[in-house]
């Protein structure tokens, strides 16, 4: 068997860096204040910290794919595939006074789909059949907005591993094979595998509004790459 390897420089650190953006009053101003004791301040800030990018999808969720105008790419830490191109930078465009912080974070969410959507689309092209796509990791088990939104852009179902620690899961696996426990990894896999969490099946109608959002996110990335920063 031949496995393939691909990957974004960022993708849930897109969403850690966004969550530092709107936190910075909690870090630099709120754990400065004198009103509250530094056990309730501490509890405050954690809590606040904590609850960031929950509050953030919820409300993003809210908001219709039509009625998502805020334009993103996801290279905050440049690009790996497809094109590695360290170089080029994030871009968040479309903004005006009515752009609120879950209209940013749905669109740094679409961003880091769209960048999953190139890297599928390039496998495509070169002849490698994709039947199925699971999600692992802690953002596959704790958004639902980012695994649904992922399955309207690429268009396929995404089936989410239960297992949290689904690598070193795999890595136990193929131990048990090693040590003679299976004579095979798909012995284990039966064994072993803990199956899946939820399964999230594409919007078509949102899919299809996703297809033309895509060409512009293509757009602004051609253009950012080619006369922006980049260079």
């Known amino acids: 068997m031949i496995g393939l390897e691909a990957g974004q420089s960022a993708f849930g650190d897109v969403y850690a860096w966004f969550k530092n ?28 910290m904590d ?12 908001v219709p794919v039509s009625e998502s105008t805020v334009l993103a790419t996801d290279w905050m830490n440049g690009r790996r595939t497809p094109d590695a191109n360290q170089m ?38 070169n002849g490698v059949e994709i039947k199925e796509i699971i999600g692992i990791g802690g953002i596959s ?7 649904q939104t992922m399955a309207d852009v690429l268009n396929m179902p995404i089936k989410v591993a239960k297992a949290e620690q689904a690598c070193a899961f795999g890595t136990a696996m193929f131990a048990a094979v090693a040590a003679g426990v299976y004579t095979k990894v798909e012995d284990a896999q039966e064994a072993m595998g803990m199956g899946f969490a939820q399964e999230y099946f594409p919007n078509a109608e949102n899919h299809n509004m996703y297809l033309e959002l895509y060409k512009n996110y293509q757009a602004i990335g051609k253009f950012t790459e080619e006369n922006l920063f980049n260079k």
Do not use: C
């Open 51 to 62: 609850q960031i990018i929950p509050a953030l999808s919820i409300e993003a969720a809210k």
């Open 141 to 147: 088990l704790k958004s639902p907005f980012v695994m």
């Open 21 to 48: 953006v709107v936190a910075w009053p909690v870090v630099n101003i709120l754990s400065k204040t004198t009103l509250i004791d530094e056990a309730t301040k501490q509890k405050l800030i954690d809590e606040t």
């Open 88 to 125: 080029v930078k994030g871009t968040i465009t479309g903004l005006n006074l009515g752009s609120s912080a879950p209209l940013i974070f749905r669109a740094l969410v679409e961003a880091t789909a769209y960048g999953s959507k190139a890297i599928v689309g390039r496998f495509i092209e």
